[in-house]
């Protein structure tokens, strides 16, 4: 697996202070996620969970159990996996494509 980061963002706010009240600075990988079918684009952070972003994008992703069991949040990576969002996190990529699937039963 090759890994590509996008670019990097150093996160003074995300930074701890060291014994001689220096900040030390973490570096966090950036990853630019696109909501289809409604084309919104956000940043997120590798690693965070997907139902976040999409809050932060103003994208809906319908939720029922939020445990993995029930499918309701199930979405479509632009390889064609399939997952859950309530139990997945953005991915180390460069960019990341979600396609939401609109059931309306949920
Ligand atoms: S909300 Fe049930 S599987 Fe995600």
Same mark, same amino acid.
């Given at each position: 697996?090759?890994?590509?980061?996008?670019?990097?963002?150093?996160?003074?706010?995300?930074?701890?202070l060291?014994?001689?009240?220096?900040?030390?600075?973490?570096?966090l990988?950036?990853?630019?996620?696109r909501?289809?079918p409604d084309?919104v684009?956000?940043?997120?952070? *590798?690693?965070?969970?997907?139902?976040? /972003?999409?809050d %932060?994008a103003?994208?809906f &992703?319908?939720?029922g159990?939020?445990?993995g069991?029930?499918?309701?949040?199930t979405?479509?990576l632009?390889?064609g996996?399939? *997952?859950?969002?309530c139990?997945?996190? /953005?991915?180390? %990529?460069?960019?990341?494509? &979600?396609?939401?699937?609109?059931d309306?039963?949920?």
């Amino acid at each position: 697996m090759s890994l590509v980061i996008s670019h990097w963002s150093f996160a003074k706010d995300k930074g701890q202070l060291t014994n001689d009240n220096s900040i030390k600075y973490v570096i966090l990988m950036i990853v630019r996620v696109r909501f289809l079918p409604d084309d919104v684009t956000v940043d997120a952070e *590798v690693g965070e969970p997907l139902l976040d /972003v999409a809050d %932060r994008a103003g994208v809906f &992703i319908p939720t029922g159990c939020l445990m993995g069991s029930c499918h309701a949040c199930t979405v479509e990576l632009e390889d064609g996996e399939i *997952v859950r969002a309530c139990i997945s996190a /953005v991915p180390p %990529r460069e960019e990341l494509t &979600i396609n939401l699937f609109s059931d309306p039963t949920w």
